[in-house]
């Protein structure tokens, strides 16, 4: 089976960073994903990550270590619209397209 | 090109019940996935198809079912409905569902079961 956590919560300030982790355990490992889900809306996706290291995509990176089992999505200059909750995915191996989904993050950006 | 669509968008049903939701994925793409969502329970697979079969499926009981159109359009059915059904149903599409791609959601149908 396939166990995903990340923070409930949290509470950051416009123009700060935020750094938001995921750990994992899979029975085989296929690719991590970052989505963002504004309430009442899709989720929209972030990054990719499926070899360790950073990927970097603007204002958004996403970092992953598989020996470790664990990912962080760092957001730089925050802005109110980041405002949203940030969901950590796993494939499995073998898995086909099926994606397992952490909780959520509810990050909440005060000015 | 326009993205994942889902029909309809909000929907209200009895138990005992039984809804046909409905996803039209992002043109050229054959795979597609359904999720449900609830606040207590997170985002959680419900089945893939590709190319009308089914590929893969989560741990839902077969109350849930679905199937998939030669135009790749996809229909989920969820028969005799329980308060517990009450969710965000989303459908996500990918090209073919390799393990390098993402897969897009659509917004979503919000049932609500009474």
């Known amino acids: 089976g396939q166990n995903i956590d990340q923070p409930t919560e949290m509470t950051a300030t416009e123009g700060a960073i935020v750094q938001i982790n995921c750990t994992y355990q899979?029975?085989?490992?296929?690719?991590l994903f970052w989505y963002q889900q504004h309430a009442g809306e899709a989720p929209t996706f972030l990054s990719y990550?499926?070899?360790?290291g950073l990927e970097e995509k603007g204002r958004f990176s996403s970092f992953l270590s598989r020996s470790k089992g664990y990912s962080y999505l760092l957001l730089k200059e925050l802005q109110m619209k980041d405002s949203a909750s940030y969901l950590c995915?796993?494939?499995?191996?073998?898995?086909?397209?099926?994606?397992?989904f952490g909780g959520g993050t509810r990050l909440m950006v005060k000015p | 090109k326009a993205g994942v669509t889902q029909t309809p968008r909000y929907l209200i049903k009895t138990r005992g019940q039984q809804v046909t939701l409905s996803c039209s994925p992002i043109?050229?793409?054959?795979?597609v996935s359904w999720y449900q969502q609830t606040p207590g329970q997170g985002l959680q697979f419900l089945f893939e198809y590709f190319s009308e079969t089914q590929r893969n499926k989560g741990n839902f009981p077969g109350r849930f079912s679905g199937r998939q159109f030669s135009n790749s359009r996809s229909e989920m059915n969820v028969s005799t409905l329980e308060l517990g059904d009450s969710a965000l149903y989303l459908c996500a599409s990918s090209l073919s569902g390799t393990a390098e791609e993402t897969q897009y959601f659509g917004p979503g149908t919000r049932l609500l079961v009474l």
């Open positions: 990550n499926v070899l360790d």
């Open positions: 995915a796993v494939r499995g191996r073998n898995a086909g397209n099926m994606l397992t």
């Open positions: 043109s050229g793409h054959r795979s």
């Open positions: 899979t029975s085989g490992f296929n690719g």
